[in-house]
């Protein structure tokens, strides 16, 4: 007996044509060759169901095109238009396959996905400027007592300011050491194995000397442009910058008198050896007294998007002594040398002048035969008016008499960061505008 295997091919709702479950007919069928394009041989496992028969594939392969052609013309197999099956058919997979294909290529199937796209887009650029801008804009809380006073000009002596007293004592905006305020124990620092001249307290003169020997180990010789200053040089120095700049642009790069960090006797603005060109931290020399300065006690004063917290401008030449193991302490703390001061050792009232107890460590070897005369310096006027000339070069001491250049590694004047994630902000937000626009259009067939 023969039996037939009938295969159905189908189109799913892709256009895709695949084949169906066979329909059978007949129990078994015969054992013979391929006849008239039928196969024979084949035992079927029961009335209705076929197991081993259908066209042979020259025949399978014809009526499959005869089904899938009327379809690609937007017919189905009786003649009818596709849009006349609007529920679907069973020789399609899936109900409504022709209207939901339809739907799927027209703009407002597409649009969706895309605003489901820019949303996750948008959250995601939120969250990452917001994890670059609350760190940047939030300064880290002080770890002593009181806090930090903002950037604003008085003329408070200092406490402590004992000779003794030199890695704790702070001078900044608010806080001086007077005039007659003059470390008895300077010495030349060229001794050390810096060039340039200039002199410095003796306590910082041994880690000095070993510094300069690891700097000039690593290719990289120190040079000074500027150390220690008297209180009537730095007088000299701030008029001239007030005079050729303006007070209020002045005060943002220069110490006024009394409040100069030169005064202690505790710093050097470095330059490589032999020149006298401040460092960055671009340069060799500056990037090896970034990294390393601390661990022979030395810090950079200012670094670089501190102003808030330092009142000074960057400067990535400055550094200041305060011995090993306080310079060690200070930058694994991850504060400014000021935030750590005034939250350790710094014992004055920032608003009467007053001294007040404290809780942080006391500062040690503080006595009354070291205190220098405590008078209050004036303020500077401001000048009436900018002359039309800029002050150029050095004074007898070594400092410079025109204000520093915008520090190297800035980019229009701002921090690189801020500028790519400003950039990064532009690009995507065009790049949302026109996916957008896009989506809208009608496509083109």
């Not at 340069?283 to 090896?288: E, M």
């Not at 209050?376 to 520093?404: E, K, L, R």
Request: charged residues 20%; contains cysteine; glycine residues 12%.
């Amino acid at each position: 007996m023969l039996a037939l295997r009938l295969v159905r091919p189908v189109t799913t709702a892709r256009e895709n044509v695949v084949a169906a479950a066979p329909v059978g007919l007949g129990s078994v069928v015969g054992d013979g060759p391929v006849v008239g394009g039928l196969v024979t041989g084949v035992e079927a496992a029961g009335p209705g169901v076929a197991v081993g028969l259908g066209f042979s594939h020259p025949t399978s392969r014809a009526a499959i095109t005869a089904v899938a052609m009327p379809r690609r013309m937007g017919l189905d197999v009786t003649g009818r238009r596709e849009s006349e099956s609007a529920g679907g058919t069973p020789r399609m997979v899936g109900p409504g396959g022709s209207q939901r294909r339809w739907q799927a290529g027209r703009p407002s199937a597409r649009l969706p996905r895309m605003l489901r796209t820019a949303r996750a887009l948008t959250a995601s650029l939120a969250l990452g400027v917001a994890l670059l801008i609350v760190p940047a804009a939030s300064p880290s809380p002080a770890i002593g007592v009181g806090s930090l006073p903002e950037c604003r000009l008085d003329d408070i002596l200092t406490i402590p300011r004992g000779y003794d007293d030199w890695s704790h004592t702070l001078v900044d905006w608010i806080l001086s050491v007077g005039p007659g305020y003059k470390p008895p124990d300077l010495v030349s620092i060229s001794r050390a194995g810096v060039t340039g001249g200039g002199q410095i307290r003796k306590v910082a003169f041994d880690d000095l000397e070993a510094m300069a020997g690891a700097a000039r180990a690593d290719g990289t010789p120190l040079g000074n442009v500027s150390a220690y200053r008297s209180y009537t040089t730095q007088k000299a120095l701030f008029n001239s910058y007030a005079k050729g700049y303006g007070f209020d642009r002045a005060i943002n790069f220069s110490a006024r008198p009394g409040h100069s960090e030169h005064q202690l006797g505790l710093v050097i603005d470095f330059a490589a050896a032999g020149t006298s060109k401040f460092v960055s931290e671009t340069t060799p020399t500056g990037r090896w007294l970034a990294k390393n300065a601390w661990k022979f006690g030395w810090l950079m004063s200012y670094p670089r998007g501190k102003q808030d917290r330092t009142c000074y401008s960057y400067e990535p030449w400055h550094y200041r002594y305060f011995g090993r193991d306080l310079a060690a302490e200070i930058h694994d703390s991850g504060l400014t040398t000021r935030e750590y001061l005034w939250s350790h050792y710094t014992t004055v009232d920032p608003k009467t002048g007053e001294h007040v107890s404290t809780a942080s460590p006391a500062p040690s070897g503080s006595t009354a035969a070291s205190l220098p005369p405590g008078e209050i310096p004036p303020a500077p006027a401001t000048p009436a008016a900018a002359p039309t000339t800029t002050p150029s070069g050095t004074d007898s001491m070594g400092a410079p008499i025109s204000p520093p250049a915008a520090p190297a590694g800035t980019w229009f004047g701002l921090e690189p960061p801020i500028v790519l994630t400003a950039a990064l902000l532009v690009l995507v937000s065009i790049g949302l505008v026109v996916s957008l626009r896009r989506a809208r259009r009608p496509r083109r067939r």
